[in-house]
């Protein structure tokens, strides 16, 4: 699926991207985006949650700021 930008460029929706910001007590911290990796929101979920969460999302991994 693709979708138009104000620019008018397209934007693959099917991608999905994930930047590792960090980890603490078992939780991982890190920015999601689809489509566009420098539109992001942040979040936070348990290790084994954030495993699954890449998983089914099919995600491409970017250059961490963190540890995971």
């Known amino acids: 699926m693709q979708a138009d930008t104000p620019s008018g460029a397209v934007m693959d929706v099917g991608k999905r991207y994930v930047r590792i910001t ?3 007590q078992g939780f991982v911290e890190f920015d999601f985006a689809i489509g566009d990796p420098d539109i992001t929101v942040e979040l936070i979920l348990p290790k ?3 495993d699954e969460f ?11 700021t963190g540890q995971a």
Not at 54 to 64: F, P, Y
């Open 22 to 24: 960090g980890s603490h």
């Open 48 to 50: 084994s949650a954030f």
């Open 54 to 64: 890449c998983l089914k999302n099919k995600v491409v991994r970017l250059e961490s």
